[in-house]
């Protein structure tokens, strides 16, 4: 037997040939202990035991046509295509042909690969219990034709590496005619739910949007009930058919009624999702359910990314009187990132309201005016929100960037329905468009972990909630370089580790919320930053001629330095501690407003 350790044994075209060991023998087996990671095999007669450390991705046996016995690793998948690659995310995911808790598997590709090409977004990746996968781009492009996302990841611990993930569209559901409000637009490049962890090295997103869906529009007055749109797929509109009675009561008395008789389903999340029956579905229309007015279902609730379903109404018009009886039900509310549906013609009151970064449905409202039948139709739904136009990470979910690149991201809000003849009282709303780049739900740490001589490098805004239901947060370690360049938006806070540098450079900034530095903090270009800093580390100026204006309190237990070059520091919301102020060569310049340091100079 061999005594040494195997390691990396994890290539699809990977062999060991065992020809001391007759794969065709009756008394042929194998066995793996995954605790000390050695394989056993044997024919009865001579036996081998391999010793593996790292990743293992199970073995597969096969005669090698000599006498002996080839080694593989037996759950790796090398892809060439969209529908080789959906294959092998359906045969890792839950209830597919080589799922199992425990397991490791390997997708390596061998080709640049067109989502377009499958005509459809690509499976989620939904692991069993204690699995674990890793996809290798092998320097190849996954993209996704301004069409299609990128990889949702459901649950499981999923890495990936050398892969370009380019011109992805993730693209909220619209919300069903009528009133159904717009499904949200949520990680072109990469979903990270809530039951996952991923990993990215090497990884770069370009071009990569997310969209919200539109809020449901009216038809011509009828088919009011319809589905709010989910994170993926419309609604269809509402199919029920009105009726239409005109009945002669008391003399100079008539009454007109409309009625919806149905509502219809919402959109659901736009791809599968192994051993999950749905996710974001918009919420269902509201239903007139027979016999009186009041009888009804009501417009449901979306779930997460989904918009809230349209009311339904009706009216009696009692025209000798000039009274109009109004009944209906109230639009449904988004869930996160939906818009809410539309009211039935009912009051202010009757549309529902979008969730985060979603725009209010609207409602219709009737009355009488110089003999004549008035009406203001405006009962449709909100728009979605757009967000993480690289990446979405859900609050439960977990994001580690070791290294790579986004950049030329975008994200837009969807638009609300359309009205028919404005009202001025409840108009419905269009959806936000935040984080072109990641953005980060609920309260959610964001963590970037380059080893030494890596880069990750975010030119795309990082975002989340702003306080409206969690900040996001920012963690920098590892002996890379982390380089933001655009103006984030993130609320959180930022902590670098020791040994972690994040370099501000372009336009790029550290959002709003407190920073801890106990690394080095390089900027790059004259810049403003407006939170509080605790410095441990190091704050270096490494721009020449320029000016850095520190807005918010900021406490030195570590260094400042000016660099070179005539710079400016302007302390505007005070310098304390009893750390060291390094001046370089030039003519330098300190402003301290307020508290004053301690510091050493």
Do not use: C
Request: no cysteine; glycine share 26%; proline share 1%.
């Amino acid at each position: 037997s061999f005594a040494g350790t195997i390691t990396g044994f994890s290539g699809a075209t990977d062999t060991i040939d065992l020809a001391g060991i007759n794969h065709n023998s009756a008394q042929f087996s194998q066995s793996f202990n995954a605790s000390t990671g050695i394989l056993t095999v044997t024919d009865g007669t001579n036996t081998a035991t391999l010793h593996f450390s790292g990743a293992t991705y199970g073995f597969a046996a096969t005669s090698d046509g000599a006498g002996g016995t080839l080694i593989k690793p037996a759950n790796v998948y090398t892809v060439h295509n969209a529908a080789e690659l959906n294959a092998a995310l359906l045969a890792v995911s839950q209830g597919g042909s080589a799922a199992a808790a425990n397991t490791s598997y390997s997708i390596e590709l061998a080709a640049d690969i067109s989502v377009s090409s499958l005509g459809a977004n690509l499976s989620a990746i939904n692991l069993a219990s204690g699995s674990s996968l890793v996809i290798h781009g092998g320097g190849h492009t996954l993209d996704g034709g301004n069409a299609y996302r990128g990889l949702f990841v459901y649950g499981g611990n999923v890495t990936i590496d050398h892969l370009a993930i380019n011109h992805t569209l993730a693209q909220g559901g619209a919300g069903g005619t009528q009133g159904g409000g717009g499904g949200a637009g949520l990680g072109g490049g990469l979903f990270v739910a809530a039951g996952a962890t991923v990993s990215i090295s090497d990884v770069s997103f370009s071009g990569d949007r997310a969209v919200g869906g539109k809020g449901g529009s009216l038809d011509g007055g009828a088919n009011n009930g319809a589905g709010g749109g989910g994170m993926g797929s419309a609604a269809s509109a509402n199919t029920g058919q009105y009726r239409h009675d005109g009945t002669r009561g008391p003399v100079g008395h008539s009454t007109y009624v409309a009625t919806a008789f149905d509502g219809t389903a919402g959109g659901g999340v736009g791809l599968n999702i192994p051993g999950q029956g749905g996710l974001a579905h918009g919420g269902a229309g509201g239903a007139w359910t027979g016999g009186s007015f009041s009888n009804y279902t009501p417009a449901a609730t979306g779930g997460f990314g989904g918009g809230g379903g349209g009311g339904f109404y009706s009216y009696m018009n009692s025209i000798a009187t000039s009274q109009i009886s109004r009944v209906g039900s109230n639009g449904g509310n988004g869930g996160f990132g939906g818009g809410g549906g539309g009211g039935g013609l009912q009051g202010r009151i009757g549309a529902g309201q979008g969730g985060f970064g979603a725009g209010n449905g609207s409602v219709s409202i009737a009355y009488r005016a110089d003999g004549s039948y008035q009406s203001k139709i405006g009962n449709v739904g909100g728009g979605g929100l757009g967000a993480g136009g690289g990446v979405f990470v859900q609050e439960g979910g977990t994001l580690i960037l070791e290294s790579g690149s986004l950049s030329g991201g975008s994200v837009a809000g969807g638009a609300a329905g359309a009205i028919q003849a404005a009202h001025q009282l409840y108009m419905p709303g269009a959806g936000q468009g935040l984080g072109s780049g990641i953005f980060i739900q609920g309260n959610e740490t964001l963590t970037f972990a380059p080893p030494s001589g890596a880069t990750v490098t975010v030119a795309d805004v990082i975002a989340d909630q702003g306080g409206d239901g969690g900040r996001g947060a920012v963690d920098i370690k590892g002996a890379g370089i982390v380089e933001f360049d655009a103006a984030n938006t993130y609320s959180g806070g930022t902590t670098i580790e020791a040994g972690a540098t994040l370099k501000l450079a372009g336009q790029g900034n550290i959002g709003s919320g407190p920073v801890t530095d106990n690394g080095d903090l390089l900027l790059a270009y004259s810049v403003t930053l407006s939170g509080t800093i605790n410095d441990n580390g190091t704050i270096h100026l490494g721009f020449h001629d320029g000016t850095a204006v520190f807005n918010g309190a900021v406490t030195l237990s570590g260094a400042f330095s000016f660099g070179d070059g005539a710079n400016e520091a302007d302390f505007n919301g005070g310098l304390t501690g009893t750390g060291s102020i390094n001046f370089g060569t030039g003519d330098q310049t300190l402003k301290i407003t307020g508290a004053m340091p301690s510091a050493v100079i």
